[in-house]
């Protein structure tokens, strides 16, 4: 064998290729990420499956062994978000550089850094012990980013082999420092949408016309504003219905947290926090659901003025779901609310964008309500805590994230599979940000303890 590939130097290569899936400019990027992917799990000694979409391919990459040994399945993504705006990057976003014991460069943590931990860690760990009793499949999808849309129906596809493997390992996910590991134990799922508002059929002059009718920008705004009450609650009737109450150990973790709130309001740059009455801030992003604008246009936005009555204005909207929330419910009590509260004197239309299902896993002797769990995965949590333990010298926190990951709802509809999830980048990592980096401390840490983590899967304790 010919030894060991340097995961930092893979690792460069994996993030120069520009694998923005949203974006049909960079067809080439994806292709180039997904050979790359493909070509490192061929020569680990993989059987490598590239599975077609609509979009872009999977990689489905096997090690099969024993039908008695363990079956892993790792997930993780190859591609990554835009680069915009590009001229706040200090250095080229797909030409990665090291500095300071970080690596920069578009998707270095969300998720090529991850998910090179794991594949580095199978590497090692398979060239010390080449008849690993572990069956191990990389499942590799390049739609993360734009919400997985042709993940589900290669779930249906491939459910018969992949529902008899054990459980689901990844990272993408992450940590509050770097010598605070977390499990993630919940994700929240998303419902998004559009709102587009016109008023006339076309711009006007609004010395000519001004005056007679509603502007379509103050319709947009007055809407909008009526969706939160000034507490900082959702004001959409039923929004919280589904909700469930937090378990007491949840909210003990989260005390353990070792970030102070001031210290993050600072890191937020805000001069107050803005949370629903009864929640602290690290309580709110993991427990509450939340309506956020993402963007919102109409009218002139050019240098100078303009005296326009604009046509049309819009508003792109996102909700964070917790657990026991469903996407399509939630979306009709919110849609129901604006087609009451808009005025008749203006259209509108709302433009139905993806959503994703909450998740939540209860990790073994946490809850005094434990979960019904298969014995390989909580032997797996089992190893993750140790692993985290041995080589971070601290235990890993059991926390939710406010994040999404929508496959992984799906995975455990479609698959009946839980997923384990090692976090692994760090608030200051800039995720989906200029300036995107991955701590190469962390990265190293956590290859050898996701080694651990597989070797103790593999002797099943
Ligand atoms: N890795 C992130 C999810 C994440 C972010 C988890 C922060 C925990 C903390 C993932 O790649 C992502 O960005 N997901 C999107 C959803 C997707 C459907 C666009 C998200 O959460 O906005
Ligand atoms: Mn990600």
Not at 4 to 17: G, N
Not at 43 to 72: M, N, Q, Y
Not at 173 to 186: A, F
């Amino acid at each position: 064998m010919e030894g060991m590939f340097d995961p930092v130097e893979k690792l460069k290569e994996f993030i120069r290729h520009p694998s923005v899936s949203t974006d049909p400019r960079f067809k080439d990027g994806m292709r180039g990420a997904q050979e790359f992917v493909s070509g490192l799990l061929s020569s680990i000694g993989f059987a490598v499956e590239v599975v077609k979409t609509d979009l872009h391919p999977i990689v489905l990459a096997r090690r099969g062994g024993s039908p008695e040994w363990p079956h892993v399945i790792i997930y993780g993504h190859y591609d990554v978000q835009p680069v915009d705006p590009v001229n706040l990057w200090k250095s080229s976003p797909f030409e990665p550089e090291e500095r300071d014991g970080r690596l920069y460069g578009r998707g270095s943590a969300d998720n090529k850094g991850p998910l090179m931990v794991h594949i580095a860690a199978v590497a090692r760990l398979l060239e010390k012990d080449p008849g690993l009793p572990l069956r191990i499949t990389f499942m590799i999808e390049g739609e993360e980013e734009m919400g997985s849309p042709s993940f589900p129906s290669f779930l249906d596809r491939y459910r018969e082999e992949l529902s008899k493997a054990d459980l689901v390992y990844l990272s993408d996910t992450g940590i509050p420092s770097e010598d605070q590991m977390v499990v993630t134990c919940g994700l929240r799922g998303l419902m998004l949408f559009e709102l587009e508002v016109t008023a006339s059929k076309g711009d006007l002059h609004s010395g000519l016309h001004g005056g007679v009718l509603r502007n379509p920008i103050q319709a947009v705004a007055e809407l909008i504003a009526s969706l939160h009450t000034p507490d900082g609650r959702v004001n959409v009737p039923g929004f919280y219905d589904d909700v469930l109450e937090v378990e007491p150990w949840e909210r003990a973790e989260l005390k353990r947290l070792g970030t102070s709130e001031e210290q993050y309001r600072q890191f937020l740059g805000v001069p107050a926090f803005h949370t629903p009455p009864g929640y602290s801030p690290f309580e709110a992003i993991r427990f509450l659901p939340t309506l956020e604008f993402n963007g919102i246009s109409g009218g002139y936005q050019g240098e100078g003025t303009k005296t326009v009555i604009p046509s049309k204005a819009s508003v792109k909207v996102s909700c964070r779901l917790v657990p026991n929330q469903k996407p399509e419910r939630i979306r009709e009590l919110v849609y129901k609310a604006i087609e009451e509260r808009m005025p008749k004197d203006v259209s509108f239309r709302l433009i139905t964008q993806h959503g994703g299902i909450p998740y939540v896993v209860v990790p073994p002797d946490r809850s005094n309500t434990p979960a019904d769990q298969s014995p390989r995965l909580a032997q797996a949590f089992r190893a993750v805590d140790s692993a985290v333990t041995e080589v971070f010298g601290k235990a890993p926190l059991y926390l939710r994230e406010g994040g999404s990951v929508p496959i992984i709802a799906d995975i455990k509809r479609v698959l009946g599979l839980d997923s384990v999830m090692l976090g692994l980048f760090l608030p200051e990592d800039n995720l989906h940000a200029p300036n995107e980096s991955f701590n190469l401390r962390v990265m190293r840490r956590g290859i050898d303890s996701s080694e651990r983590i597989l070797a103790r899967l593999a002797r099943g304790k």
